[in-house]
């Protein structure tokens, strides 16, 4: 079973004059581990460049983020808005298994940047269905993990207070669960406002001919044929 930890920390030498502290609200497992999933999504996150948003001073960064896909949006004043969608992926090997010695799977990302209209857009739409304020997953009755399906991860940062939640599918639970059918909400409108499909699918398309994971146990196959 998860549990969340409180960690209080300095953020700077400056800071620890004035004695002002960030706070950390990460799951981890009874043993006081990280749970998997933050260690995993951190691990993508680094290799495809993103910031760690942890470190982050911004007045706000937020992600919202699946196993293929990251929003990043983040402002320094309220007023002007920036953010990014990234797509990334592994290559998948159904031969992997048979071999003495494993190759590590090769990561590909891709990055595009929202323009300030629409990233404040997506502000909005995680103000509007306050977004933020949702507990943790563990904490909801009703709301269980399932063995397949969309984890979707939040992580909020700003000056002084960081979090990091998981959700599995919240569409399965929408109509008993009401955090449930607020973010299976804002996945919905994210989708028509940033079209994620189409991006995702246009990121596999680009990559060299083999196997894709797209989240999951899902596998995607690139349409390119293999060069002769």
């Known amino acids: 079973m998860k549990q969340i930890i409180y960690i209080l920390t ?31 999504q951190q691990e993508k996150f680094e290799k495809a460049g993103l910031k760690n948003l942890t470190q982050t001073t911004d007045t706000l ?10 929003i990043d949006i983040w402002t320094t004043n309220f007023l002007t808005f920036s953010g990014t969608l990234m797509n990334f992926t592994t290559n ?15 990561f590909f ?15 909005e739409l995680f103000m509007e269905k306050s977004i933020f304020e949702i507990p943790p ?17 939040i992580e909020y940062s700003t000056n002084n207070k960081y979090s990091f939640k998981d959700y599995w599918t919240p569409s399965i639970f929408k109509d008993k669960v009401y955090e449930a059918k607020r973010l299976t909400e ?20 680009l990559l ?4 894709y994971r797209a989240g999951g ?12």
């Open 10 to 40: 300095f953020l700077n030498f400056g800071q620890l004059c004035y004695g002002q502290v960030k706070s950390f609200y990460v799951p981890t497992y009874g043993n006081g581990d990280t749970t998997l999933w933050f260690k995993w």
């Open 61 to 70: 960064h937020f992600r919202f983020s699946s196993e293929i896909q990251a």
């Open 92 to 106: 998948y090997d159904p031969d992997a298994h048979k071999r003495k010695k494993q190759k590590e799977d090769k």
């Open 109 to 123: 990302s891709d990055s595009k940047t929202l323009d300030t209209s629409t990233a404040r857009q997506v502000y």
């Open 137 to 153: 997953q563990d904490s909801i009755n009703n709301w269980t993990d399932g063995n397949d399906g969309i984890t979707y991860f």
């Open 186 to 205: 804002l996945t919905e409108k994210l989708e028509i406002l940033l079209n994620l499909r189409q991006s995702f699918g246009q990121f596999i398309n």
């Open 208 to 211: 060299p001919y083999g196997a």
């Open 217 to 228: 146990i899902s596998i995607i196959t690139t349409s390119k044929r293999k060069r002769k």
